[in-house]
């Protein structure tokens, strides 16, 4: 059974920074693709970023430039480097991935509160 496990997220200022880290229990060849979602108090999950087994990330538009998602295939680990962070940003963050069969797989989130 694969499992995604997400963590780094806290509390933080308006301004501020966290990498989030999404680790994965098998090799992330094993993955066409992942992502990083997320979803605020009383909203819908949204996507936050997408990569694919090749290529680089893609982003809401709304996110690009404050946020980076990136991966390293010895730790099969994903990231999600996020920027200037803003009260917006409060979220639960989910780790999503999707194999090659087309199952998709979930972690459990983690909690982002950006506050002062």
């Known amino acids: 059974q694969v499992q995604l496990v997400e963590s780094g997220g806290g509390l933080v200022q308006p301004g501020g920074s966290l990498r989030l880290s999404c680790a994965f229990s098998s090799s992330i060849f094993n993955f066409n693709a992942m992502a990083w979602y997320r979803q605020a108090p009383g909203e819908q999950r949204e996507l936050v970023a997408r990569i694919f087994k090749i290529g680089s990330p893609t982003y809401t538009e709304s996110l690009k430039g404050r946020f980076t998602m990136s991966r390293d295939f010895a730790k099969n680990t994903v990231y999600l480097q996020m920027n200037s962070l803003k009260s917006e940003d409060t979220a639960v963050y989910y780790c999503?991935?999707?194999?090659?069969?087309?199952?998709?797989?979930w972690g459990k989130g983690t909690l982002v509160t950006v506050s002062s």
């Open positions: 999503n991935a999707e194999d090659n069969s087309g199952r998709e797989y």
